[in-house]
């Protein structure tokens, strides 16, 4: 069974950043796309960034210019770096990895922005 592993979330002030991390238990590669979804309190869960097998990047309008999504095969690794973060962005980030209709799950972590 696939596991992922979340780290990097905080409490941090408006404008400031952070960088999430999510380690997969294989190969990056064996999975069509990774990445990040949140879910804020009362709200249901959307799709933040994702980068595909190929390296192509996608990302949701209000995070564009803002947040980065890399990855470290080497590592099995794929990382949100999340600059000029607003109070808007406080949720839980999630991590996936998918794999055809396949979908695994990290256990979350919390991002807070303090006004």
């Known amino acids: 069974q696939v596991q992922l592993v979340e780290s990097g979330g905080g409490l941090v002030q408006a404008g400031g950043s952070l960088q999430l991390s999510c380690t997969v238990s294989?190969?990056?590669?064996?999975?069509?796309?990774m990445g990040w979804y949140r879910q804020a309190p009362g709200k249901q869960r959307d799709l933040v960034a994702s980068i595909n097998v190929g390296g192509r990047t996608h990302y949701t309008d209000s995070v564009k210019d803002r947040f980065t999504i890399f990855r470290d095969h080497g590592a099995n690794t794929v990382y949100l770096q999340m600059n000029s973060l607003k109070p808007e962005d406080t949720a839980v980030y999630y991590c996936?990895?998918?794999?055809?209709?396949?979908?695994?799950w990290g256990q979350g972590t919390q991002v807070t922005v303090s006004s």
């Open positions: 294989e190969n990056i590669f064996n999975f069509n796309a």
């Open positions: 996936y990895a998918n794999r055809l209709s396949y979908f695994a």
